[in-house]
């Protein structure tokens, strides 16, 4: 698919007593000869699978450099997005067998197996395609949101959910992604957080949200990947994330 890239894996000398804001993501990516449809009259499906996995490498790294980010679990079918997982340091779950609702499955399975090791935790379901991720826009999502409940970051298109906050460290994660999913967990009791975070909320689905992201600034891996493609990023440097 491409070539080796070295990647840094997470890092783990963090202590939960010092962060109050600590929490465990969970993310969820399908087959990826299965992604990005939308994307066919710009890419080929050769290159839409190279970019879900430069995609999904960036916004695990951004996510992972966040020092209250404690582990970072992805749930996929897929094994190169899996071999991409682990050597960035991820815990990886098979996804589970079902028929009905395979995205938020894989997510409430993907938050169970974190409970069962690590405990009572704090969760955070975030999308696997936010290539213009700043580590520094998750900080602030996690100082502001609410102690104690549950919140929703929605995404740029007003209807979708860019991320799933569970700040109840014995609360379901009940995630509702899919049509209309901004409303989905609002009705649900989270509350819609309204913080400036432009790279946090621009999943990447159209050409138009990739020409969004390319604007924003994308990560080292989708710059790499855009520019194999002949789609150099329209402004600005990767998004920098140090461990």
């Known amino acids: 698919m491409t070539a080796a890239l070295v ?3 997470i890092c783990h000398a963090r202590i939960d007593g010092m962060r109050p804001h600590t929490v465990h993501v969970v993310m969820a ?5 299965r992604a990005k449809s939308r994307l066919a009259e710009v890419l080929t499906p050769h290159q839409r699978g190279r970019l879900v996995l430069a995609m999904f490498a960036d916004t695990v790294v951004a996510a992972t450099a966040v020092p ?3 582990s970072l679990t992805v749930v996929t079918p897929d094994p190169l997005v899996a071999a991409r997982a682990r050597e960035l340091g991820a815990h990886v779950l098979d996804e589970p067998a079902t028929d009905h609702d395979p995205l938020n499955t894989a997510l409430a399975a993907g938050a169970a197996d974190v409970r069962d090791r690590h405990g009572p935790s704090h969760l955070l379901a975030l999308q696997a ?30 209807t979708g959910t860019a991320a799933l906050l569970v700040r109840d460290a ?3 994660l009940t995630p509702r992604f899919g049509a209309d999913s901004a409303r989905a967990h609002r009705d649900g009791g989270a509350r819609a957080l309204a913080g400036h975070w432009p790279g946090l909320r621009c999943d990447v689905d159209t050409p138009a949200d990739l020409d969004i992201v390319r604007a924003l600034g994308v990560g080292e891996f989708t710059t790499r ?8 990023p329209h402004h600005g440097d990767p998004v920098r994330t140090v461990c």
Do not use: N, Q, Y
Not at 132 to 154: K, Q, W, Y
Not at 225 to 232: D, I, K, P, Y
């Open 170 to 172: 014995t609360a379901p």
């Open 129 to 158: 395609d936010l290539p213009a991720l700043r580590a520094a826009e998750l900080t602030d999502l996690l100082v502001v949101a609410p102690a104690g409940g549950r919140s929703v970051v929605i995404d740029h298109t007003g």
């Open 7 to 9: 990647i840094s894996p």
């Open 68 to 70: 209250e980010v404690r």
């Open 29 to 33: 990516v399908k087959h990826i000869d």
């Open 225 to 232: 990947t855009l520019r194999a493609f002949g789609m150099s």
